[in-house]
């Protein structure tokens, strides 16, 4: 049987094994993902690397958008030397990656290590996507898609599961198991073969980049635009301060201008004599404002699972939990019970002859319990320290294993199995969502969306602003995430399909390509964004609000930004 008539039929063998392969990758990068944020400003006594907030923001900005950015090289690659190639070459660099990636704790080590991360996911993505499209035909493509996107998304709800699981044993178990689910691809990679080889193409990098200039713009544009992002980059590990960066950005602008103006001829040959060109106005337009959703939809991940650590009570779910038995409440919200005792014993002496503590001081040993998950209400810390500095109270190891099984009570809901919700919504509702919104047209959903995205940052709002009830945190906060599930749910799928509307109809699939490129600058505003935010607005003037009422902001900014686009269209 040759492989067209296989083809109608089904989708042939590669195809099953690419989602097989797809589900292990994800399952290995959502089990880190997914808990990044928590790991990196993790105490190293406890675990993690102790990053700060800046810090943090830096490496959940760059490494994203160079893994975003980098399969436009790789794909090329991909077409030249073979699909099978690149998921070995992925492999072999992602495997040990992630093994080391939790043996260091310095940043630039943690950096470079998850740089390669990147890399060998950069390799990746490209060539299960190019397996899938081989795979599929004009008959079976919009199914084997959909199927592709939830393997996608079950890989993104069992791989925090498995991560909380595996970090109630330890930090390292977490690394040691997306290696493991890594090195089980080598598995499905044995029966792996190219799905058509006689048609493999061999693309070259200059191809590449005509293809940017065709799709985006010319050198000067791509010069004008990474210079800025480098710099950007700067102030994002601390080179610069922000107010330095966007000086030097304001300077370069200005310079690029005054080039155009003066020396640049249009009709030049040479690339750095050309004016600054954009090729096709309406998509670059499109590609920014669409890189506003993805900066807001991104704090999911980066700066919710560390408000919820640090300011949220989830006692109201583990009070449901309970209903369930214990071994429920352990496995979604597990203490250490050794762990916590030993650190009170150590505060304890640490603080016993300090004298009174002020407030901040309170409130740094409530944030370095909460690393422990339990939320000790600060009355009580400061209540147990009044007693052991007059003396009132000797605290030694057995009096600090009794206060422990005492504030097991606050214990905590983990994070991650929370921020694993947006996951089951999609997973349960993108079908049903799907189908609802084939009769709106696609820039209403679009807007919609941003607008359902920018609720949930106002209900945050409110509850840092103490105008919600906050006995009900858990429940809050599953409202907050089931409503950024949905407004992922109606932005994501419409915003490829509205790249389809505004490209040349014979462009459409080179269009596509360079569709995640809206996406590699959300990662980076994104990362940048929260740590500055959660370490100025949140932790140092601690106002919270002020944080989601900028997210809110933005979310409004960008759906206003595709109405405008919409009317620019129709003009």
């Not at 191809?207 to 994002?236: E, P, W």
């Not at 370095?368 to 009580?380: A, F, G, M, Q, T």
Request: overall charge neutral; some cysteine; charged content about 10%.
């Amino acid at each position: 049987m040759n492989n067209n008539n296989q083809q109608k039929r089904g989708f042939g063998w590669a195809f099953y094994i690419a989602n097989t392969m797809e589900i292990f990758e994800r399952l290995a990068w959502y089990g880190f993902f997914a808990v990044s944020s928590v790991y990196m400003t993790t105490p190293i006594e406890q675990g993690g690397v102790g990053f700060n907030d800046a810090q943090r923001g830096a490496v959940q900005g760059i490494i994203p958008f160079f893994l975003y950015l980098l399969p436009v090289l790789t794909g090329a690659l991909a077409d030249r030397y073979g699909y099978k190639k690149l998921f070995t070459i992925s492999f072999i660099i992602m495997a040990p990656s992630y093994y080391f990636l939790g043996q260091v704790t310095d940043f630039n080590s943690f950096f470079i290590i998850l740089m390669l991360v990147a890399l060998g996911a950069a390799c990746f993505k490209p060539v299960v996507v190019g397996t899938i499209s081989r795979s599929t035909n004009d008959n079976n493509r919009g199914l084997g898609f959909g199927i592709f996107y939830t393997m996608v998304n079950l890989g993104g709800f069992i791989g925090p599961l498995v991560a909380g699981y595996m970090r109630a044993i330890s930090w390292d178990a977490v690394f040691i198991m997306s290696a493991v689910w890594i090195l089980l691809n080598f598995i499905p990679l044995l029966f792996y073969r190219e799905t058509s080889p006689e048609k493999q193409t061999s693309t070259r990098l200059r191809d590449v980049l005509q293809q940017a200039q065709q799709v985006l713009g010319n050198s000067r544009f791509a010069l004008l635009l990474f210079t800025c992002v480098i710099i950007l980059m700067a102030a994002g590990v601390s080179w610069l301060n922000y107010t330095q960066a966007f000086l030097f950005i304001a300077l370069w602008l200005g310079l690029n201008w005054l080039w155009d103006k003066v020396i640049s001829a249009k009709k030049s040959e040479q690339w750095h004599l050309q004016p600054v060109r954009v090729s096709n106005r309406n998509f670059a337009m499109y590609l920014a404002v669409l890189t506003g959703f993805w900066t807001v939809y991104n704090q999911l991940f980066y700066t919710l699972p560390l408000f919820i650590r640090d300011y949220i009570d989830t006692q109201d779910l583990v009070t449901l939990l309970a209903y369930f038995g214990q071994a429920t409440v352990d496995f979604f919200a597990y203490v250490d019970s050794a762990a916590l005792s030993d650190k009170l014993h150590q505060m304890a002496q640490h603080y016993s002859t300090s004298g009174a503590l002020t407030t901040d001081q309170l409130e740094a040993i409530r944030l370095e319990l909460v690393h422990l998950k339990v939320s000790v209400p600060i009355s009580d810390i400061a209540l147990l320290m009044a007693k052991i500095q007059s003396g009132q109270l000797h605290f030694g190891i057995e009096q600090a294993q009794q206060l422990t099984s005492q504030w097991l009570k606050y214990r905590q809901v983990n994070p991650e199995y929370l921020i694993n919700l947006d996951f089951a919504a999609i997973v349960l509702f993108q079908i049903l969502v799907s189908l609802k919104c084939q009769r709106f047209k696609v820039i209403s959903v679009l807007i919609s969306g941003l607008v359902i995205t920018a609720c949930a940052f106002l209900v945050l709002l409110l509850m840092s602003a103490g105008l919600l009830m906050t006995q009900l945190g858990g429940l809050t906060i599953i409202t907050v995430i089931l409503l950024i599930a949905f407004g992922e749910m109606l932005t994501s799928p419409k915003s490829q399909e509205y790249v389809a509307s505004i490209a040349p109809k014979d462009s459409a699939a080179m269009f596509m390509g360079y569709y995640f490129v809206s996406m590699a600058l959300g990662f980076l505003f994104a990362g940048f964004l929260s740590g500055w935010s959660y370490g100025y607005l949140v932790k140092e003037l601690q106002q919270p609000e002020l944080m989601w009422l900028l997210f809110g902001t933005i979310a409004l900014i960008t759906g206003l930004g595709f109405y405008c686009l919409s009317r620019c269209n129709q003009n």
